[in-house]
T-cell receptor
Framework: AQTVTQSQPEMSVQEAETVTLSCTYDTSESNYYLFWYKQPPSRQMILVIRQEAYKQQNATENRFSVNFQKAAKSFSLKISDSQLGDTAMYFCAFIGLLTGNQFYFGTGTSLTVIP | DTGVSQNPRHKITKRGQNVTFRCDPISEHNRLYWYRQTLGQGPEFLTYFQNEAQLEKSRLLSDRFSAERPKGSFSTLEIQRTEQGDSAMYLC?????????????FGSGTQLSVL
């Protein structure tokens, strides 16, 4: 069974600072995708960044980057130059390519950016 | 707008009534998912369609829940004899595993309140 664990229920960061959200997962598959989704108070789930497991290079999208450690099954999200609009719930998600009939989500990290 | 569309956005019903939600996925996406999310939790998988075939159902999906995707286009999720525990946000999402570019796109959700 696949599991996704986010051990930080809440985090805060000063505006313009950098914050890292943690995620670990468990799977027996070797090919899979990992994602970070953002859910602001509007509750619309928005894709932030995606990582293919077969790629060693960490994905980046503007101020968002990941630290993907496949052996450790760790997938953290770094937000640089935090902005007030980054305040949201952040969910880590996984889908396996072999048995991938569902995306597995963590329980989320509530991030507050403090002005 | 070519995103995932869900209707209605909000539904208030009395316990014991039936409700039906609709999801229109992104047109070229052949995979459609229903998730349920309660406040402060991550999305929980309910069911998955590939085209018109319902390929997987969660144990969370009791006999009171039924989902359809006729002709592989829009999908409906019906809850019969609603209970207060059914109150949640019901999220629909779609994806296309095209050339390894799996991404899950979410609708805005239907917030169900059972009184």
């Amino acid at each position: 069974a696949q599991t996704v664990t986010q051990s930080q229920p809440e985090m805060s960061v000063q505006e313009a600072e950098t914050v890292t959200l943690s995620c670990t997962y468990d799977t027996s598959e070797s090919n899979y995708y990992l994602f970070w989704y953002k859910q602001p108070p509007s509750r619309q789930m928005i894709l932030v960044i995606r990582q293919e497991a077969y790629k060693q290079q960490n994905a980046t999208e503007n101020r968002f980057s990941v630290n993907f450690q496949k052996a450790a099954k760790s997938f953290s999200l770094k937000i640089s130059d935090s902005q007030l609009g980054d305040t949201a719930m952040y969910f880590c998600a996984f889908i396996g390519l072999l048995t991938g009939n569902q995306f597995y989500f963590g329980t989320g990290t509530s991030l507050t950016v403090i002005p | 707008d070519t995103g995932v569309s869900q209707n209605p956005r909000h539904k208030i019903t009395k316990r014991g009534q039936n409700v039906t939600f609709r999801c229109d996925p992104i047109s070229e996406h052949n995979r459609l998912y229903w998730y349920r999310q309660t406040l402060g939790q991550g999305p929980e998988f309910l069911t998955y369609f590939q085209n018109e075939a319902q390929l997987e159902k969660s144990r969370l999906l009791s006999d009171r829940f039924s989902a359809e995707r006729p002709k592989g286009s829009f999908s409906t999720l019906e809850i019969q004899r609603t209970e207060q525990g059914d109150s949640a946000m019901y999220l629909c999402a779609s994806s296309s595993r095209d050339r390894g570019r799996e991404k899950l796109f979410f609708g805005s959700g239907t917030q169900l309140s059972v009184l």
